[in-house]
């Protein structure tokens, strides 16, 4: 069974920095896109970062910069570091990948891990 667990949430204040990881079973991140998207209270999940199986990268203008993805094929993990952290990122950030393809979709999620930034 595939499982996607995300860890690293917590509460920090403004400009503060947290690093999220996210830990496969049943699969191979190595072979699929990755990425993290969040939702906020009352809000749509959003896309965040994405992470292709050679390692290239696409952020979504709101955090680049102060986001990083990450991933290490060893451990099986991803992760995201987030520096100088704004109120406006506090929301639930989930852990996604989908198969390699540019038509393909995310068909694997984790629960999810609450980042809450407070100013």
């Known amino acids: 069974q595939v499982q996607l667990v995300e860890s690293g949430g917590g509460s920090v204040q403004a400009g503060g920095s947290l690093r999220l990881s996210c830990i496969a079973s049943?699969?191979?991140?190595?072979?699929?896109?990755v990425g993290w998207f969040r939702q906020a209270p009352g809000r749509e999940r959003a896309f965040v970062v994405s992470?292709?199986?050679?390692?290239?990268?696409y952020y979504t203008d709101s955090v680049k910069g102060r986001f990083t993805i990450s991933r290490d094929n060893d451990k099986n993990t991803v992760y995201l570091q987030m520096n100088s952290l704004k109120p406006e990122d506090t929301a639930r950030y989930y852990c996604?990948?989908?198969?390699?393809?540019?038509?393909?979709?995310?068909?694997?999620w984790g629960q999810g891990a609450q980042v809450t930034v407070s100013s």
């Open positions: 996604a990948a989908r198969n390699p393809g540019i038509a393909s979709r995310w068909d694997y």
């Open positions: 049943g699969l191979t991140f190595s072979s699929k896109t």
């Open positions: 992470m292709w199986s050679d390692g290239s990268t």
